[in-house]
C-alpha cells in the first residue's frame, strides 16, 4: 500500500522541482558541509532507544516515535493488515477516543499523525516546546494503549476497500504492483494489493494478534527534535515507555530480489498513454559507494536536468514527467525509470530509455555535467535538512540503515569527490543489460510490435 502512496508522492516532488527549475535561479553559494548537531541517546532496559537533539531557536519540537514494523511483517494471506492496525491506532486508547487524542494533540498546539509503512510505523507530531513531554505521554498511551473498538471493524476495512478500489486502478498502480511482484515474488515487498475477500475477512482478533507481535520497545526508537527541555524530556520517556514490554528484535526479512530482461504487457484498451517502469535490484543504502550511485542516478533520470528526461520529454516530447528512483529498504534496493509515455511513442521510448543508460557506461559525464549535478545533489540535501522533519528523517534513514553519523557529515564532501568515471563505472556494474525487468500498461494491439525487440514478452 506504501509503495502506491511512495510512487505517487516521489512523482509529485519530482514534478515540483519540475517547476521549480523552469525559472533560472540566482547563482546560489557553495553548499557547506553538513554538520548533523549534537544528540543525546536513551537507551532503556527493555531495549527502547531515543535521540534528543536541541535544535533551532523557534519553540517548538518534532517528536516521532518509529516501531520497526508495518507490512514487512505481514503473512501471505495477510496483506494490509499492518494498515488496518494503524488505523485502529488512530481510533484512540483506552481511556481516550479519537476525539479526545485529537483534541489533547492540538492543545499542545500541534496534532497527532500515524503512518503505516512497509519497514516502520510511526505516531509524530509537532507541538509548542513546553508540551514536548506531554506529547511524549500522549504518543506513549496510543501506540501502549489502543482500544481496538470492534464497532469500527467494519467502517475501517470499507474506507480500505474504497482505497483499495482507487489505487488499483490506475495504471501507475498496476504497473507498479507487477513490477514488485515479478522482483520480490511473495516476498512482503511483492504483495502490493490485497484482494477484497482477504480484506474483508480480517477479524478484530487478527489486528490484535498482529499487534501483539510487533509492536514493543525493542523496535522502537524516539526522535525529538527541536527546542525542548532535555532532562523533562528524559524523564517522560523514562515514566511513558520505561516499563513497556521489550518485545522481539525487528524482523530481519531481507528479500532475494530476482530480475532478468522480459517485458510484462497489462492490458488497458484505448489508453492513450503507456505506463513504463524499467528497473532491476540494485545496492542499497549500507553500500560504500551507494552515494556514487546517487549521482549516477541523477545524471541519468534522478533530477530535471537528467539525461534520460531530456532526452524523451525535451527533445522528443513523449512524455512529461520522467524520472528514475531508488527505492533503498533494509539491506534490498532497487533502480527504476518510470514514465507515462505517448502509446504511438512506447516502443521508441524505451529505445531512448535504453540508449541513455549504455551513453553513460561507454562515456564518462562532462566534468562541467557532473558538477551541474554535484551541485544540486549538495544543495538539495543541505536543503532537507534545515528544518526539524528534515532532520528526522534524515535520522531515521541512519537508524533503519544501520549508518553512522559520519554518513550525513561526509555526504556533502563524498558528492562533490565522485568523478566522470565514478558515474560510468556505477552504470557499468549495477545497470545490467539483461536484467531489466520492464512493465508496460497500455494498449497492447497497438504497442506490442513495438516493444517485441526489446525483450521475451509476457502477458
Known sequence: MKSVKYILILAAMFISVAFAQKETPPKGSAPKDFSLPKRETISLPNGLQASLIRYGNVP??????????????????????????????????????????????????????????LDQSFVAGEVLSEFTPDFIKLSADVIRNPAFPAAELERLKSKMLRDLSVQSSTPQSQALEKYSKVMYGDHAYGRTFPTEAMLKSYTLDQVKSFYAANFSAKRTHIFVVGVFDPAAVTKAIREAFGDWKEGTPPTQNVPQAKSERTIYLIDRPGAPQSTIILGLPTMDASHPD????????????GSFGSRITSNIRENKGYTYSPFSAITSRYRSA???????????????????????????????????????????????????????????NQLAFLNLHGLPDTYLSNYVKNVYAVTPEDVSNMAKSQLKDDAYTIVIVGDIAKIEKQVKGYGKIVK
Do not use: C
Open 60 to 117: 517548538k519540537a518534532m517528536i516521532r516515535v518509529i516501531v520497526r514494523t508495518g507490512n514487512i511483517d505481514e503473512k501471505n494471506n495477510e496483506t494490509w493488515l499492518a494498515d488496518l492496525t494503524g488505523e485502529f491506532l488512530s481510533e484512540g486508547t483506552a481511556s481516550k477516543n479519537a476525539e479526545a487524542v485529537a483534541t489533547a494533540a492540538a492543545n499542545m498546539g500541534g496534532s497527532l499523525n500515524i503512518n503505516t509503512g
Open 290 to 301: 551507494y552515494v556514487k550511485f546517487l549521482i549516477m542516478n541523477s545524471i541519468l533520470g
Open 334 to 392: 532497487n533502480w527504476s525509470e518510470q514514465a507515462d509515455v505517448t502509446t504511438e511513442h512506447t516502443g521508441a521510448s524505451i529505445k531512448e530509455i535504453l540508449y541513455e543508460i549504455e551513453r553513460l557506461k561507454k562515456e564518462p559525464p562532462a566534468k562541467d555535467e557532473l558538477e551541474g549535478i554535484q551541485n544540486y545533489q549538495a544543495g538539495i540535501f543541505v536543503l532537507q535538512n534545515s528544518n526539524f522533519n528534515g532532520i528526522v
